[in-house]
């Protein structure tokens, strides 16, 4: 089964644990008190979770971001040959190391036949970013709820592509419905382009244009300009055709 394929849903009764810190009444004041609270549920290796609210928000982070799709699920690897598993390197790594990777990327952005670790930083929150480096540190443990959305098939390729768009992170920096807006202040348009409207279809105006975007990148280099990474070698030609076909149910005008 491809990744593309549907994942199923975890059930119900699934919780995380969260660190809480409060304000209690003691003699002659009040003192902080931290501790971790553990909610045990049936998580898929049959196990109970327990993980400080940092870490389970950068497993979240780490799904919505596509994370997944490049370093493998947890960060197991086995995606790419080039790009590396974050539970082999994550805990080598410095947390300054993790960040300057997540905000200013890392690979070879010249040559579009190699994955490219994307420039995050104008997309990111710095409070994401802590979170996220949080959870790679503490060995990318399962988080109930912090899974990919899955894709179903047999529904037409523009489904899939829909679903596609969101597994893969797109609407991150493309926006909803492939609208834009976010900002990219060091670009020439200052802003991550739609993949709507008059200007965008003028410009990739064949399935393959569109494709070869995807597949190669737009790859700047250098921080804070955000990057379109090199999708080539990620993405099979089948999800890229139904990438395509939902682009082209979008505006056009």
Partial sequence: MTRAHAVGRLGAGLACGLLVAGTVAACGGTKTVTKTVTVVGTVPNGGATSVSASVAAGAHDFAQFACAQCHGERGRGGVSADVPALNVIGKQLTVAQLKQIINHGL???????????????????????????????????????????????????????????????????????????????????????????????????????????????????????????????????????????????????
């Fill in 107 to 253: 690979g070879e952005s010249a040559n579009p036949k190699k994955p490219y670790m994307p420039v995050w930083g104008q997309v990111i929150s710095t409070h994401q970013v802590a979170d996220l480096v949080a959870y790679i540190r503490a060995g990318l443990p399962s988080v109930p709820g912090a899974t990919p959305a899955p894709v179903i098939t047999g529904q037409g390729p523009a489904v899939e592509g829909a679903l596609l768009y969101q597994r893969y992170g797109c609407v991150n920096c493309h926006g909803p419905n492939g609208l834009g807006g976010v900002p990219n202040p060091q670009s020439p348009d200052k802003a991550i382009p739609a993949l709507s409207g008059a200007d965008f279809f003028k410009e990739f105006n064949t399935d393959e244009k569109i494709i070869e975007i995807i597949r190669t990148g737009s790859v700047l280099g250098r921080a804070p300009i955000v990057s379109m990474p090199h999708w080539g070698g990620i993405i099979p030609d089948s999800q890229l055709r139904a990438l395509v076909a939902y682009i082209k149910t979008l505006k056009t005008s």
